[in-house]
């Protein structure tokens, strides 16, 4: 019986290997879930043999397998290529109904530690679903090296120097070492606190930290940690009581990257929010970092809404606390730097079905140092711990099975964690969950179960849209959650109507300006859970006034100029990531979509993109420049860079996707005139309308208006408008039969209490 | 002198009573200025004066269609767009705006009979009364009407007709997904 629910499974997961999405493409295209050089071709019934072979070579791939028994090839090509460009090459061709990767599936796996099943919740398929992940990178490599700076770790049997024996008790005079690391592997370490070379434990919670990451793992005994295959670097900086000063933690950080450590996992820290002393801290933690190191940090374990440092470094991955029902554990630290959360455990609830506190599970001394009793070196027990401190070495653990499975660089691996989270507490980021809890098993490569959600606003009537997601994976009772959209802080709930295989929809009617948030859970047969979360804004603009649209983050806008009717118009923004940056440009911004794409505005609008200026420090202003995203295509607008406010504009007649990109020698932006205003009026010459543009270098009020060549002044367009700094377009409608033909200037007007900028522009009217 | 102040008592009269008859013939003409213009209310009195004028002006109803389609009475906006096609057969805009009022209701199957009937009559549609809706729209909206009613083939035809370079498999939820996000990038908002 148990073997056929494991062909089951099997044959679950088998289809979704590798499935052609470009954003997953792009973020995990170092992972191995699939044969990177071959590809299944599913063809039509019936198809000649010479004709399957002609595609074949046609497209310079060779066929190296043949399905007994459906229409169904597999066909390998040169790893250089890009599989996802050849299966949609393959796809054109009328004949193949489908192509996909030849994805890879392997036995699923439990250890058989006894403890495991029964008590480590944290790593279940409700929480991190180690099972699911080890699937994928099982127990991470040796190679990779995650040094603990805590008190110290029970990893050697050593006689215990006389200038530590009066810190411990030990029947035999010795540190023993835990026997569930027994096959833990270990690299040299340093004890900053004594000044030797053995970093034993002297209190036990480094040697509880240690398990979590890398417990001895399939022994047949006790519990398992998460990485269990990597090398682990005890790095004492703490004393018998668990406090030790920032010198010490400081040199610790040092010691570790210059010794290889990939992963520095800190569960300590100070009182929340205060920094003073940890300027070497930091520059310790800067150098590591520099030199390629993740530093992992708890938050801390005052309740409030303030980091501990180090945590509190941009630098480190902050770390927060769950309890087992994926609650912010009452202890747990939060505010603003959180990054991402993990399990804790909470001594206030109880495992189901147990007697036993819902703490982290490990083995340590028998007697923790607890400032009371010392600790005994040479007996261990499980102890159920709770604490960020518990929470943060899942984090470092998983950092350092991400780095074993080909994730090397931090920017990819921060990435990876922080973009496969899933998402607890308000949608999106926030200052509690940051940006969730680590999801171990996604991050490395399982499909997420949506991958995106797409939402298709009606043409006709602009505040009804519909809301798909697609399901990766078969859903337990064949349906998501209902979704929740929050719009100006209002919730509403949407239950989704099935409309195929895997395929939901519901609509949503919107009334008001805002940020709607749409948030959809649901899962799959195996029960683990997969979220999606889509943030756009809604712009109501008057056709009449105009007015802007800016992106929820502020750092898009696009400028509605006033239409020629009164018609009131919703204009949406909403934002998706590029993935990673391609070896020859940065994206530095998200790709921005706005509008139906490639419909054309009546007037020419300007867009705006701001941006940290602080880029220029290292490159050109020609490299940075605004680029129209249609599908997998980039193109250039040309962009005028504002360099000492970090704005960077330019004028589009449709709406679409833009995205703001560093792009050395491509492009060639200019620099944004703030010393004029720039007016440029078309067409010329001009019949029944006029449309113009205009810079404002200072935020004032303007005056637009038309004059005859005598100067006498024959219609307003604008009266004391308030314009802030940027590009501005707008419009006029020459009212048939009150102008006669002939010349004319538009003339604005621009003034605040300091300066006044004035200039005038031709026109010739013709009717 | 009372020949002087009649005038202005009429304009007052006029001008305080919004139901006094007109002065002058109704026109489709000013009628469609005003839904031009944005003025949906007076356009929609100008139709029904029309309309009264002449009761089988197909040409009123479509415009009423129009008018009570933008202000959100979607049921009388489909039964005027009837009428106008009863009243004549030879109109096109009344398949388009039954088009987008059904997608509206939301009436997938209707939406999708009302888009085909236009693109059959007229393949490069255009309106002429608002140059932001064209045969574009219409086949954007039979494409999600087709979707919602599952025929994801149908929908990937329509959405080739406008990026003819777009292919999926849309027997796999990813082609689907590929489809769903190529509409929302052609016609939506994200």
């Known amino acids: ?767 | 002198m009372v020949r002087k102040i009649m005038p202005i008592i009429l304009c007052i009269i006029f001008a305080g009573c919004p139901d006094f008859p007109r002065i002058g013939p109704a026109s489709i003409e000013r009628a469609w200025d005003y839904y031009e213009d944005g003025k949906y209310e007076k356009a929609i009195n100008e139709f029904v004066d029309v309309i009264g004028d002449e009761p089988d002006n197909g040409e009123a109803y479509n415009g009423l269609g129009w008018c009570y389609g933008i202000l959100c009475s979607l049921s009388t906006a489909v039964d005027n767009f009837n009428t106008a096609l009863d009243k004549d057969n030879s109109l096109v805009d009344p398949y388009a705006g039954l088009a987008f009022v059904y997608s509206d209701l939301p009436d997938h199957q209707n939406a999708v009979d009302a888009a085909a009937a236009l693109i059959q009559k007229d393949s490069l549609y255009f309106f002429g009364h608002d140059s932001e809706i064209d045969y574009k729209d219409v086949r954007l909206v039979k494409a999600k009407s087709h979707c919602s009613l599952g025929d994801f083939s149908s929908a990937l035809s329509e959405v080739q007709k406008l990026n003819p370079s777009f292919n999926c498999n849309v027997t796999t939820p990813w082609g689907r997904e590929a489809l769903l996000a190529e509409i929302e990038r052609l016609g939506g908002i994200v």
């Open chain 1, 1 to 767: 019986m148990l073997f056929r629910c494991i062909l089951i499974a099997l044959f679950i997961y088998l289809p979704n290997v590798g499935i052609s999405k470009p954003y997953l493409e792009k973020r995990h295209n170092s992972k191995k879930c699939f044969k990177e050089n071959e590809i299944i071709l599913n063809y039509k019934e019936g198809i000649e043999r010479n004709r399957l072979e002609n595609i074949t070579k046609e497209l310079n791939t060779e066929i190296i397998y043949r399905s007994h028994f459906a229409n169904f090839v597999t066909v390998r090509f040169d790893k250089k290529r890009d599989i996802w460009q050849l299966i949609k090459k393959f796809e054109s061709f009328p004949d193949i109904v489908f192509a996909e990767p030849n994805g890879i599936a392997s036995i699923f796996w439990t250890p058989n530690d006894p403890l495991f099943q029964l008590y480590q919740w944290n790593l279940d398929e409700s929480h991190l679903n180690m099972p699911l992940a080890w699937d994928i990178e099982r127990g991470g490599n040796s190679s990779v090296i995650v040094s603990i700076l805590d008190t110290g770790i029970a990893y050697e049997n050593y006689l215990i120097p006389s200038y530590e024996q009066d810190s411990v008790l030990s029947s035999d005079g010795y540190y023993h070492r835990s026997p569930d690391l027994a096959i833990t592997n270990f690299v040299d370490g340093y004890d900053f606190i004594n000044n030797d070379s053995h970093p034993n434990d002297e209190n036990g919670h480094g040697t509880h930290i240690c398990g979590t990451i890398a417990q001895s793992t399939n022994n047949n005994k006790g519990v398992a940690g998460m990485a269990f295959n990597v090398s682990i670097m005890p790095v004492r900086v703490l004393g018998a009581y668990g406090s030790g000063t920032l010198d010490k933690i400081a040199d610790g950080i040092y010691y570790s990257y210059q010794n290889g450590a990939d992963v520095l996992s800190m569960s300590l820290g100070g009182f929340p929010g205060d920094s003073i002393g940890y300027g070497t801290v930091h520059q310790a933690i800067i150098a590591a970092t520099n030199a390629g190191a993740i530093v992992v940090a708890a938050a801390g374990n005052g309740d409030v809404g303030q980091l501990s440092y180090p945590a509190g470094f941009e630098e480190c991955i902050a770390v927060s606390a769950t309890d087992i029902d994926n609650n912010l554990a009452p202890y747990s630290q939060w505010g603003e730097g959180i990054d991402v959360v993990a399990p804790g455990g909470d001594y206030f609830d109880t495992i189901p079905g147990t007697p036993y506190v819902a703490g982290i599970l490990q083995s340590t001394y028998s007697q923790i140092n607890d400032g009371f009793y010392k600790a005994t070196v040479d007996t261990f027990d499980y102890w159920f711990l709770q604490g960020t401190s518990m929470a943060a070495p899942h984090v470092s653990a998983l950092v350092a099975l991400l780095i074993s499975h080909g994730i090397t660089s931090p920017s990819a691996i921060k990435q990876t964690i922080y973009s496969t989270t899933t998402d607890l507490g308000s949608p999106g980021y926030d200052t509690y969950f940051g940006h969730g809890l680590i999801n171990p098993p996604v991050s490395l490569g399982v499909e997420l179960l949506f991958s995106s959600m797409p939402i298709i606003q009606n043409p006709y009537n602009q505040q009804y849209i519909d809301i798909w997601v697609v399901s990766q994976r078969p859903l337990l009772n064949d349906m998501p959650d209902p979704c929740r959209v929050t719009l100006a802080g209002e919730n509403s709930y949407h239950s989704f109507e099935k409309v195929a295989e895997q395929t939901y929809r519901t609509d949503f009617f919107f009334d008001t300006s805002g940020t709607a948030t749409v948030y959809v859970t649901a899962r799959d047969t195996s029960g683990t859970q997969g979220s999606y979360t889509r943030n756009f804004t809604v712009t109501k603009v008057i056709g009449r006034i105009g007015g802007f649209a800016e992106s929820e983050d502020t750092r898009f806008r696009i400028t509605i100029p006033e239409d020629m009717y009164d018609n009131t118009y919703w204009i949406v923004i909403a934002t998706e990531e590029m993935g990673l940056p391609s070896s020859s440009y940065t994206p530095l911004s998200n790709v921005y979509k706005c509008g139906p794409d490639g419909k054309s505005i009546n007037v020419p609008s300007v867009i705006r993109f701001s941006f940290d200026k602080e880029i220029f420090n290292d490159n050109k202003l020609q490299d940075i420049g605004i680029y129209r995203k249609n599908g997998d295509e980039l193109e250039y607008i040309n962009t005028e860079i504002d360099v000492s406010n970090g704005y960077a504009y330019s004028k589009v007649s449709e709406f679409g996707s833009y995205i703001l990109i560093l792009w050395p020698g491509k492009g060639g932006s200019s620099e944004f005139t703030t010393k004029g205003l720039s007016l440029n009026c078309y067409p010329v010459p001009a019949s029944q309308n006029i449309f113009f543009d205009y810079a404002v270098p200072f935020a004032s009020y303007v005056d637009i208006a038309l004059y005859d060549v005598s100067g006498r002044r024959v219609k307003n367009i604008e009266q004391g408008a308030f314009r802030d700094y940027g590009m501005y377009t707008g419009s006029c409608k020459l009212d048939n039969g009150k102008l006669p033909s002939g010349v004319y200037f538009l003339k604005i007007i621009l003034s605040n209490s300091q300066i006044k900028y004035e200039e005038s522009k031709k026109i010739i009217l013709m009717r």
